[in-house]
């Protein structure tokens, strides 16, 4: 399946959203098998206090990354198609939420 | 005027080194214009209750009422807790400070305590919980700057040094103490004990786990006769006399829990003494290793009394053997379901008349155009039976659909397919008088419809809440599994298709409803549990013990048997037992009863006696 990066502004307004999306993610992705497979998310404070996510994704298209969306109560900013990785090092351990 | 002994102990009990900026915010809830609730949290033993101690004395010294609870004593239910607190908050004069430590133990009703309890207390009150996470979202959401948050981090040096100081130690020993203490109270105060019980021991002696070494530590010191009293209370929620005196037979149960009282890390509750959760994980991890034969010794007499004393209580003291049950089941199904471990990202909820639009949305979601128009009728029909998820903003994610088969319309059971085998199995299989029926008709989440997810399981963990809640009458749920996988999930909690149903599963609880139900869980031993009769042999086997019994005894029991939980006339006896019709006088059928009675020994009260027709038996 194609790769795919999907910005989400403010997606999660508390460490607890944030908490309790990452908890969710294995049935989500469960539920979706096949259609779409969240890989990571790069997740970024703003000033307010909010979080925005910067996410990568597996998709059979970008119909299943809308539904993806819908299905996960995120807001989906735009579904950009992947053309090309350049890995100058594997990404390090995960950053914390914090 | 001397002083008593009681407010001595009041005193000791009450002091408090190195928290006086914890003491001094929690006081704020007195002040005017002050947190209205307070919520203080830390890690086991980092000194939450010692901190509430010193609250309530100070709280009472300023003129407050205390009203104090801990939740590992109370049913984690609404009634529950209403009945443990009582009018004392509402009929108190002045300001009144509900005070409730433990309060881990009462996430089943977090929502219900947010939402129902506090909005409903008079204007003086002030609510301070004590529990080892901190609150989540929906509480600060809730309270905002009403809310203070005091979290509980280790003791600064001197602060510790001061509690080792007071516990007897010097300062050498006080200063390598704390060197691996680092300040957490529960490993200082062991560690003061095994310091001044074996004053050379070394620091090489310190494993990875502090407290865990410091709990051996301190358990190599015991004598032989406390330690085993430690080893066979382990495998037990709290300790009373009854329960000592099942798990250590040989000796007094008085001097046992004197012995264990004594002890730094146990602590007289309301509902007996509780050893640290800490201390006692650590002992029965030990046990469990070490000498499994004796484990499962304890466990099982632990069990057999704890059977015994629930066949004869009621209300609070009913939940109390439940709850001692509970803590000896293994499935962690069970276990988690009524003491979830961890924090909820998902506050549960009755449904408000405003989610009918989010819970119709979730069923579009998920499902066809029948099935949502179904779930509208629900809605009408019953709206008290649909409870919610929400997510940390609020927002609906999952919901149910639960209530008593009486509460639905006729109409509507007739009109639902899905109803259609419960209610064919009930009629084959009807429940006894005054038994409850539930159905658990329905559970869809936002994202992920009916597959298992987070905020299903919340809501699930809500469901079996709701059983425990709707009291010792429930006799059976029905609900639906969507395929072999959820039912291979629910199935060691005792769920079973019905006959010829791939989507329609039943959880049969027994004439005993929950008791017996957490009985047979806890029971991981089927000898143990197993009530068998055998006629031939003339031998009842009940709880593992073989009792002997005559023919006609035998014969007695098992016609009772075929109809437990229903008067049997003494007539109908005397004609299918002996064999012959009412013949005035003849007292055969009581001498019968009582030997069987006096045979039952603590399980005598399995046959009642119905006054004026005959004999009914309790589930043995």
Not at chain 2, 188 to 201: D, E, G, I, T
Request: proline share 6%.
């Amino acid at each position: 399946m194609p790769l795919y990066l999907v910005p989400r502004t403010r997606a999660w307004l508390s460490e607890e959203e944030l908490a309790a999306a990452t908890d969710c993610l294995p049935a989500v992705n469960d539920a979706m098998r096949g259609d779409v497979r969240w890989i990571r998310s790069y997740v970024v404070a703003e000033e307010d206090g909010t979080f925005s996510g910067y996410c990568v994704y597996e998709a059979s298209g970008p119909e299943a990354l809308r539904r993806h969306g819908e299905a996960t109560m995120l807001p989906t900013d735009a579904i950009k198609p992947v053309v090309a990785t350049i890995v100058a090092a594997p990404d390090p351990e995960p950053a914390a939420a914090t | 005027m001397a002083r008593t002994f009681g407010a001595l102990l009041a005193e000791r009990r009450a002091a408090l080194a190195g928290r006086d900026a914890e003491l001094a915010a929690l006081l704020g809830v007195l002040e005017p214009g002050g947190p209205l609730a307070a919520v203080v949290h830390g890690v086991a033993g980092s000194g939450k209750s010692a901190l509430l101690r010193a609250l309530r004395a100070e709280a009472a010294a300023r003129g407050a009422t205390v009203v104090a609870v801990d939740g590992r004593a109370i049913e984690p239910t609404a009634p529950g807790f209403l009945a443990a607190v009582g009018d004392r908050v509402a009929s108190a004069a002045g300001p009144v400070v509900l005070v409730v430590d433990t309060a881990e133990r009462l996430r089943l009703i977090d929502g219900w305590l947010r939402t129902e309890l506090l909005p409903s207390l008079p204007e003086r009150a002030r609510v301070v919980l004590a529990t080892r996470d901190a609150p989540g979202a929906a509480w600060r959401t809730a309270f905002g700057e009403l809310l203070l948050v005091v979290p509980l981090g280790p003791l600064a040096p001197a602060d510790a040094c001061e509690v080792l100081r007071r516990a007897g130690l010097d300062e050498a020993q006080s200063a390598w103490v704390n060197r691996f203490t680092r300040g957490h109270p529960l490993s200082l105060q062991l560690a003061a004990s095994a310091v001044r019980a074996r004053p050379h021991a070394g620091e090489d002696a310190i494993l990875p786990t502090v407290v865990q070494e410091l709990a051996a530590l301190y358990l190599d010191g015991l004598d032989a006769v406390t330690r085993e009293a430690l080893d066979a209370t382990s495998v037990l929620r709290r300790v009373t006399l009854s329960l000592l005196g099942a798990v250590v037979p040989g000796e007094s149960p008085q001097a046992a829990f004197e012995r264990l009282a004594a002890l730094p890390f146990a602590e007289l509750g309301r509902e007996g003494l509780v050893i640290h959760d800490t201390v006692r994980e650590a002992v029965l991890a030990l046990l469990r290793a070490t000498d499994p034969v004796r484990h499962r010794a304890y466990r099982a007499a632990a069990w057999r009394q704890i059977r015994g004393e629930l066949a004869g209580s009621r209300g609070a003291a009913r939940w109390a053997s439940v709850a001692d049950m509970l803590a000896l089941v293994e499935e962690p199904l069970v276990h988690e379901a009524f003491f979830p471990s961890s924090i909820q990202h998902y506050a549960v909820e009755r449904a408000r008349p405003a989610d009918r639009e989010a819970i119709l949305a979730i069923a579009a979601r998920h499902e066809p155009a029948a099935e949502i128009a179904l779930v509208g009728a629900w809605w009408e029909a019953v709206p008290h039976a649909f409870r919610v998820a929400r997510d940390p903003r609020g927002r609906v994610v999952a919901f149910t659909v639960l209530c008593e088969l009486g509460d639905v319309p006729r109409r509507l059971l007739a009109e639902d397919a899905v109803c259609a085998p419960w209610r064919r199995h009930l009629a084959d299989h009807p429940v006894g008088a005054g038994q409850q029926v539930l159905l658990a008709r329905q559970a869809l989440a936002h994202a992920t419809g009916a597959a298992p997810s987070p905020c299903l399981a919340a809501l699930l963990r809500d469901l079996e809440r709701a059983s425990l809640e709707a009291g010792p009458a429930v006799r059976r749920i029905y609900s639906l599994v969507r395929d072999d996988a959820q039912l291979a999930q629910i199935a060691p909690i005792g769920f079973e298709p019905l006959p010829g149903q791939r989507e329609s599963v039943l959880l049969d609880l027994g004439p005993e409803s929950v008791a017996g139900w957490v009985s047979r869980l806890a029971a991981d031993d089927p000898a143990l549990h197993e009530t068998r009769l055998d006629g031939d042999g003339r031998e009842l086997v009940l709880d593992g013990r073989r009792i002997a019994l005559t023919k006609l005894e035998c014969d007695v029991l098992a016609h009772l048997r075929e109809r437990e939980g229903r008067p049997v006339a003494r007539e109908a006896l005397l004609r299918d037992v002996w064999g012959y019709e009412w013949t005035g006088g003849s007292n055969v059928v009581e001498v019968a009863v009582s030997g069987l009675r006096r045979k039952l020994g603590d399980r005598a009260g399995a046959i009642e006696t119905v006054r004026g027709v005959g004999y009914r038996l309790r589930a043995l």
